[in-house]
């Protein structure tokens, strides 16, 4: 079985400065990440950094070549062109542990990952302007058919008092475990499917998840203001952060179920309306496969 999970938020850094003059860490170490043994569960991304309860410590987990170029500058899978070794999969994972000044925002750590891709990759980029397909999220006919969000039960306000080590998790009859509300990972992929639980989510992060599912830029045209919560399951064809799904990811028998462009349709009453528009596009001009030496 394998099982993956993220939280998707995503911001775009353009405009990068000369690398010289971007902020580094005050130590830190690339490795390549060692091959998995089976097809047990994989830990993918990243932990610390601002706004963590670690801000001086940063890692970067076994994370792939276009993982850490997309994470560096904020960007949507989607807005990558890069070699197909960069954008595929089954090539090397890397780790990197890091250290750095009480104090950093978020957007010094992503120039300090951006040097440190440079210094120890030789990362080369630049943005140029690309027109793509795109998608306008709108409410569909006969409205929306999930509920604005309601205030958490008393036995979950008084979570924090659970006993250590016993999480109230159940499983569903689709084998995907239930996290007391708003506990847990939002999306989870697991068996050939996908399941996306959103709490208290507006519209707006929810169009920024969509994008990474349809490898497009989504904007919110729904109207909608207000934070809700819903579940959506479907069939997925994108690996978590929007790339390929990753070799031997399939079930041995292909599950049933809708697209993700059906599902937001029929279990949410969304609908996902194709266009055009130009977006920022990230050009990798020159990467080196393996990093030099710590």
């Not at 405009?15 to 003059?21: E, F, R, V, Y």
């Not at 569960?41 to 987990?61: E, H, K």
């Not at 990952?113 to 302007?129: D, N, S, T």
Request: proline share 9%; with cysteine; glycine share 12%.
């Amino acid at each position: 079985m394998r099982i993956a999970w993220a939280g998707l938020v995503c911001l775009c850094v353009f405009g990068q400065p000369p690398a010289d003059d971007r902020p580094s860490f005050e130590v830190a170490s690339v490795k390549v990440h060692p091959r998995p043994v089976g097809n047990g569960p994989q830990r993918v991304g990243t932990s610390g950094g601002p706004g963590s309860g670690d801000p001086t410590r940063y890692s970067m987990a076994n994370m792939s070549a276009a993982n850490l170029i997309t994470t560096a500058y904020r960007i949507r899978r989607y807005q990558l062109s890069a070699p197909d070794w960069i954008t595929g999969f089954g090539g090397d994972t890397f780790d990197i542990e890091a250290r750095l000044a009480e104090g950093t925002s978020k957007e010094q750590l992503s120039l300090m990952v951006q040097r440190l891709l440079a210094e120890r990759f030789g990362l080369k980029a630049h943005f140029e302007k690309k027109e793509m397909p795109t998608y306008d999220l709108v409410v569909a006919k006969g409205g929306p058919t999930f509920q604005q969000a309601a205030p958490p039960p008393a036995e979950e306000k008084n979570a924090g008092s659970r006993a250590a080590g016993q999480p109230k998790i159940m499983i569903d009859k689709d084998g995907f475990p239930l996290f007391p509300r708003g506990d847990g990972p939002g999306l989870i992929k697991m068996n050939g499917k996908a399941r996306l639980r959103d709490v208290g989510e507006t519209m707006d992060l929810f169009a920024s998840e969509c994008s990474v599912e349809v490898g497009r830029p989504v904007t919110n045209a729904t109207g909608l203001t207000g934070k809700y919560d819903f579940e959506l399951t479907w069939v997925p064809d994108r690996g978590m952060d929007g790339g390929p799904l990753p070799a031997g990811a399939e079930p041995a028998s292909a599950p049933s179920g809708p697209t993700f462009l059906e599902a937001v349709q029929q279990q949410l009453g969304l609908r996902l309306d194709a266009k055009k528009g130009l977006v920022d596009i990230l050009v990798v001009d020159h990467m080196e496969k393996r990093p030099a030496e710590n």
